[in-house]
């Protein structure tokens, strides 16, 4: 271990609601990290599912370090959010070159809840979002807690799905969130569709998970229509309010969540007159089951 590394533990946690997401306020990432101390925030992250970080600076060297300890840091197919030089970095801004709002959303994606990476054969595990600039209203990051979705589901729902997979399809979900901005045809080449499991296991904690989300297209198995009405009805019978948690950001604070059992969405915001710039990086997990 490195003689500078500053230790923290315990670590100190406040829980954000009775459920989900723990505040983990005597850590400050830039400071370095030993192995015992990432140790006890992975712990954290599988109890409480999102974490948040206080105000700190969080640069994108650290960010990109601080992923790489939870596993493989995904490359972005759409190449155009680079940022600063790291291709592991994606920034979403609504600012220009002087700093001013474009009033252009830079991904109206994040709008519907959502899983990240669920596009992917090999799905988001940890998603690490570093905020550099919020609006004063709007932007806000909403959390829900899927291992929860499941268990509120009726024994007759849960026989329903227990074997179903999805479909899911970034192209599909792109292109009706951002008509106007499709993905390339090289883009839906590097990344085709992929099925998953309606219902999978946590390979960590073994807790059973609703997987859906706004990249969900179809069923495999079932008519193009019902399976589309069966994600439809299953995406928003999993949002309930004991299960979410609504974060209202401040600048340089960092959320990190599991993919893996949680969706989240944005809220709107105006981008015509509030500035809101987040530097995201997303850790490959593994093939759901
Ligand atoms: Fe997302």
Known sequence: MNATVVQHRPLEIRPLTPKLGGEIANVRLADGMSDAL???IYAAFLRYQVLLFPPQ???PREQVAFARRFGEVQIHVMSQYH???YPELYRLSNLDADGKPTGKHPDKGTLAWHTDGSWQHVTGQATIIYGEVMPETGGETHFCDMYGAYERLDPLWKARIANLRAVHNL???????HGEDPMTE????????VDHPVVR????THCKCLYLGDHAEWIVGMPYDEGRALIEELNALAIHPDLTYEHRWKARELLLWDNRCVMHRATAYDPATQGRVIRRCTVLGEVPV
């Not at 192209?171 to 969130?177: C, E, I, Q």
């Open 186 to 193: 090289e883009q839906k080449r590097a990344k085709p569709p």
């Open 38 to 40: 990432f140790r006890d």
């Open 57 to 59: 600076d969080v640069p």
């Open 171 to 177: 192209d599909f979900s792109r292109t009706r969130r």
């Open 83 to 85: 940022a600063d030089g």
């Open 201 to 204: 296991t946590h390979p960590e």
